[in-house]
């Protein structure tokens, strides 16, 4: 021990190994991450197309945004609608999946793969897969047509505080990446030491009590890891709202990331498009920090 | 010693997944390659892009820029060069913006008329034509149709060069109106009689898309026309009008009135879906411009014979009946772009004789270039009728979110529209709507 600790020329003593170890990922981290995010943070004051010099306009932007912008508000609506539904509907279908597979004796592998498949799909062939099942042409509604059923506007319909395309939405969302969740839980179930399932069996501890007791604590780290990964992700959701609906009809299922894109891309308003990503930026940090401390996490030795 | 080896070959693994990684993005652009360090005797590269695919469509216009793109690169062999990137209709902006922001704007691009052009010449992506067209070129120019220029002139600056041009009427199908027993209506009133009278027969009356926003707002833009026109637009561009104007609420109530004979699933429908249930003869009617002929046609060429076309009604009361929405198909070239002469060679191709007459004759839309000789025998149906309709032409407009201040804020008249035809809005709170979008961002 002495010796490799006490040894000049140590990993840690070598300055040279230190700076080749992290440049790659500093820089890499510093160009594609830090630095982009510094200039949005910058356009967000600012006008900017992108093609003509940017002009600063102060406090503008997010004055616009949130007085003004009625889309913003049905984004914001729309996004925390998203984050509650995936959260609390991902946590309790993936727990309850990753319970049941953990016990299963026969099937365990095919099952898994079922409900980890869409997870491994494009999300964009997804949303067009379910944007025609949707279709009021072809799919679910041709279907029930057949038994003399009048399908809603699965996808257009414009009633309701919650509309229905995003329920469609958030459903299929759901069964995209519930397969995920599912697995993050499987894997710490497996890491739980068979000897204390045996030891609470002998003791003669029923299913529901081994879960509620012992389980349930257990995985109470990956809680928040899947939580936290469940809440960002929903608030960034971008990809098949915007192949499904594409926030239509009339801005009705615009997210904050599409708001964002049809800002940015669709009018040239990068500096407003900036604000909203500031805001977006703000939402998952503050998020991810409200389940990290709001969650208190114990340490087991199994 | 061993330890350095190990450690540069970590590195050497990460430097390589950044390369990658930089290539991946290079890869989404699929632009121009070596545009720029070109040598003698190699091909110049140009890039077009365009709004349909050109290997999958149906369309006949589409088709017939194919043969345009295929006689170029044949005929310039070994000089030019031209590369295609297309995408479908809806994401068209959207990608042509990214790839602009990007600056790996492609060399020429098909644009429209209105703010969507307007913002490319006012953020100086457009290249100015005029010089070239109106001297180094004359020949070319002068052959153009009067006026053609005048909707892509800004300050006297031609900044494209239009390929046809389409006008919007009323598609019907002949055999449901016989069937109904309804008459080709030339007022408001008589085309809902003629939607009861197509109902009571069981059949849908009207096929519009709300899906894709600009079909439902194209009908709007007529009524609007219809009953508070021809100024309407200069006013609002002024400020001499207000959204809110009588006139306005009016054409939205008579939207309102009119979406009730839409099939049930306009609300979800997309164009092509809308423009296909009347070509397969759910529908006995079809608002829509010209250049559906080609789509009509292509997909369902024994529908030529039972379509029939007349002009958008008028509104009793109103104002004049005879304007009629057109919209020029546009080639504009970027500024930025390092192989000029290829880009002119390539307009030129897209607005000769041969590529003119295909567009009458088997597209259906009306050509931009005067020396063409038509042969209407050959020529769909459909174009006949629409240049009947053209010769009783008192004047044009164009697409009303077109022709609004910006994109966005035709996107804001298209979404107020659908507000209505959803019941969502009665007029008046949806053209408030417009209203307070001119007041914030137009009529500072």
């Not at chain 1, 109470?220 to 890891?225: G, N, Q, W």
């Amino acid at each position: 021990m002495k010796r490799m600790f006490g040894n000049k020329r140590s990993i840690w003593q070598d300055k040279r190994a230190i700076i080749l170890f992290i440049a790659p990922a500093f820089l890499l981290f510093t160009g594609i991450l830090f630095v982009p995010i510094l200039q949005v943070f910058y356009y967000s004051f600012t006008e900017y197309n992108a093609l003509t010099k940017p002009k600063f306009v102060g406090l503008a932007n997010y004055l616009e945004l949130f007085r003004g912008d009625r889309t913003m508000r049905i984004a914001l609506k729309n996004s925390m609608f998203f984050m509650v539904f995936s959260a609390v509907s991902q946590q309790l279908i993936g727990l309850a999946l990753a319970v049941a597979l953990s016990s299963v004796k026969r099937g365990k592998n095919f099952f898994k793969n079922v409900y980890f498949m869409p997870y491994v799909l494009s999300s964009a062939a997804l949303g067009l897969l379910w944007a025609f099942l949707f279709n009021p042409r072809m799919g679910i509604n041709q279907i029930l047509a057949y038994f003399g059923v009048e399908g809603p506007m699965w996808l257009s319909s414009t009633s309701g505080i919650i509309v229905l395309p995003m329920w469609v939405i958030a459903f299929v969302s759901l069964w995209q990446y519930m397969g995920s969740t599912m697995m993050l839980y499987m894997a710490q179930i497996s890491g739980i030491s068979r000897d204390l399932f045996e030891a609470a069996k002998m003791d003669g501890a029923s299913g529901l009590q081994v879960f509620r007791h012992m389980t349930l604590p257990l995985i109470k780290p990956m809680m928040v890891t899947t939580l936290s990964l469940n809440c960002i992700g929903s608030l960034k959701f971008f990809d098949l709202v915007y192949n499904m609906t594409q926030g239509g009809p009339n801005y009705n299922t615009e997210v904050l990331a599409t708001h964002l894109y049809t800002q940015g891309f669709q009018y040239f308003k990068y500096g407003y498009a900036s604000a909203i990503s500031v805001v977006l930026l703000g939402m998952c940090l503050l998020v991810s920090l409200l389940i990290n401390r709001g969650i208190k996490v114990q340490v087991y030795e199994c | 010693m061993k330890k350095k080896s190990v450690a540069m070959l970590l590195l050497l693994a990460m430097l390589a997944s950044m390369l990658s990684a930089c290539g991946l993005f290079d890869g989404m652009g699929e632009t121009t390659t070596g545009a720029g360090d070109k040598k003698d005797g190699e091909v110049t590269e140009i890039t077009w892009m365009f709004w349909d695919d050109l290997e999958a469509t149906e369309d006949l216009i589409t088709k017939g820029y194919k043969q345009v793109v295929d006689r170029f690169n044949e005929d310039y062999e070994g000089t030019y060069h031209c590369n295609v990137v297309t995408t479908n209709l809806e994401e068209y902006d959207t990608k042509l913006n990214a790839l602009i922001a990007a600056k790996k704007t492609p060399d020429v691009f098909i644009c429209n008329p209105g703010p969507n052009l307007t913002q490319y010449v006012e953020a100086g992506v457009a290249a100015d034509l005029t010089e070239i067209l109106t001297e180094q070129e004359k020949d070319w120019y002068e052959g153009f149709s009067g006026g053609i220029f005048e909707k892509v002139t800004y300050d006297g600056k031609i900044m494209a060069v239009p390929t046809n041009f389409a006008a919007a009427c009323v598609f019907y199908n002949t055999e449901m109106f016989e069937a109904a027993g309804a008459e080709v209506p030339e007022t408001y009133e008589e085309l809902l009689e003629a939607c009861e009278a197509i109902q009571a027969a069981g059949y849908t009356p009207i096929s519009c898309s709300a899906g894709t926003a600009w079909c439902l707002s194209m009908v709007a833009g007529y009524l609007c026309d219809r009953v508070g026109g021809p100024d309407n637009l200069a006013k609002i561009a002024n400020h001499e009008m207000e959204w809110t104007d009588p006139s306005f609420i009016k054409a939205g109530g008579l939207l309102a009135e009119l979406s009730k004979y839409f099939q049930p699933t306009a609300a979800g429908d997309s164009n092509d879906q809308a423009t296909a249930a009347f070509y397969n003869g759910e529908a006995a009617m079809l608002i829509q411009g010209s250049w559906v002929i080609g789509q009509i046609n292509g997909n369902n060429p024994e529908f030529e014979e039972k379509c029939g076309v007349f002009q958008f009604p008028a509104v009793e009361g109103g104002a004049d009946p005879n304007r009629m929405i057109v919209k020029t198909d546009n080639l504009v070239m970027s500024a930025t772009t390092e192989n000029q002469d290829a880009v002119i060679a390539l307009m030129k191709y897209f607005t000769d004789e041969e590529a003119q007459k295909y567009t009458a004759e088997v597209g259906g839309k009306i050509p931009v270039i005067d020396d063409v000789k038509i042969n209407y025998e050959v020529a769909p149906m459909q174009l006949s009728y629409v240049q009947e309709i053209l010769a009783n032409m008192s004047g044009t407009l164009g697409f009303y979110n077109e022709s609004l201040d910006s994109v966005e804020a035709g996107d804001t008249f298209d979404n107020a529209m659908v507000d209505i035809f959803l019941g969502n809005a009665t007029p008046e709170d949806a053209f408030q709507r417009v209203q307070e979008f001119y007041e914030k961002n137009v009529w500072k």
